[in-house]
Every structure is written in C-alpha cells, then in structure tokens.
C-alpha cells in the first residue's frame, strides 16, 4: 500500500536557526497537503501543493513539491519558539488522504 | 463557523461499556473523516462519509459502528472496546470528498479503555 515517509523523525533547534523537514511517498502523488500539531493539539492545514515543482511561500515557512510529485519539503527559515510541534505531511493518489510519519520540532530559546 | 466540534474531550470506558463520540460542523462540508492517532504516531483514517453514505471503511474492527444522521453531524459508536483502542479519536471535514481540499479537524477525543 501506499507510504509516505518523512525525516527527520525528530529535530532539535536552537531558535533562529532554520529547519527542513522531507516528505517521501512510494508512489506519485495528485497533491501534497502540510498539517501542524502543537502538543496536546490536533493537525492544522497549512498548504496544499498540486503541481510538479511547486513552490509556495507562507511567511518563514516554504513549501515544495518535487517534479515527480513523489516528495515534497517544508522548510522554516529562523525558528521561533511557536514553531514547536509536529509536522506532518499528508498525500493521496486515490480518495484516501494518508499521513507520512511526521517530524517532531523543538526549539529551544 | 469555521470549527469541527468534538465531544466529549475526554472519554474513560470499561471494555464493557457503550459509549459514543459526537463530531459536529456547521461549514457545509460535505464529506467528513474519522482518524485514530496513537500517541507520537500520525492519525491513521478509519472511515470517510461523503454526502451523509459511508464511501470507506479501512477495515475497522466491528466495534467501532460509524452513523452520519445528517450532514453536519457524525458520530462513532463504541462497544466491548479493547485496552489498545485507547487513543486521540479526530473528526475532521472537508468540502468535498476525494482528498483534494484541506482537512478541518476537530480538537479529538482522548479515549482511555481500562
């Protein structure tokens, strides 16, 4: 079945310093969608990314879908302390939306 | 109302007991999404109903029994649930069904089964 995997599984960060977080799925993917949960928190949709080399910017945050629409990658220029969660990315070649593994940030003052 | 309304949050239930989880969303979405997140894990779907008819069953155990009564409404029936049922129970909600728009998830319901 579909996988999507995700590294790191875990990051550490000083605040200030950026972070990237890689998405892999083992088939080709229609689109890419980004979530966020905080801590004791539920997912929260950042973006979707439909087209193959897509870029899309969200202030620190830009997003990325590979060519082959088999990876994507968020990275988050100079962390700040709210940054902290889990990131997740989410994709779909049928009507199923399924999560990768996940990156768990934390950013330490 | 941009929200998915869970409840109750918090939920302990004996391995005998019935009980059920509530997922209410007034944005006229159409198609609607249980998950199951174990803790540190992603949440892994369960059942999806698009325009109030159940469209997928990831092969849930039989005693979890999913009713949508309306289309803003859903809800999750337990019953003779097992300790390793424990977990984040989410609603989420989407426009349309087929996975092509961002998931509106509620804040969940932590179900504890002792």
């Known amino acids: 079945g579909q996988q999507v995997m995700q590294i790191p599984q875990y990051q550490h960060v000083q605040e200030g310093e950026d972070f990237t977080t890689y998405c892999n799925s083992s088939t080709t993917l229609s689109n890419i969608q980004w979530y966020k949960q905080r801590p004791g928190g539920h997912p929260v949709f950042l973006i979707q990314l439909v087209k193959s080399g897509e870029v899309k910017k969200q202030k620190r945050l830009t997003f990325q879908f590979g060519e082959a629409k088999k990876n994507s990658s968020l990275h988050i220029t100079a962390t700040q302390t709210t940054d902290v969660g889990t990131y997740f990315c989410a994709g779909t070649n049928t009507d199923k939306l399924i999560f990768g593994t996940g990156t768990r940030l934390q950013v330490f003052p | 109302d941009t929200e998915v309304t869970q409840t109750p949050k918090h939920l302990v239930m004996g391995m005998t007991n019935k009980k059920s989880l509530k997922c209410e969303q007034h944005m006229g979405h159409r198609a609607m999404y249980w998950y199951k997140q174990k803790a540190k894990k992603p949440p892994e779907l369960m059942f999806v109903?698009?325009?109030?008819?159940?469209?997928i069953n990831e092969s849930v155990p039989s005693r979890f029994s999913p009713e949508c009564p309306n289309s803003s409404l859903l809800n999750l029936h337990l019953h003779a649930l097992q300790p390793e049922d424990s977990a984040l129970y989410l609603c989420?909600?989407?426009?349309?069904?087929?996975?092509?728009?961002?998931?509106?998830f509620g804040s969940g319901t932590r179900l504890t089964v002792v």
């Open positions: 989420a909600s989407t426009s349309e069904g087929g996975a092509l728009y961002g998931y509106t």
């Open positions: 109903y698009s325009y109030e008819k159940l469209s």
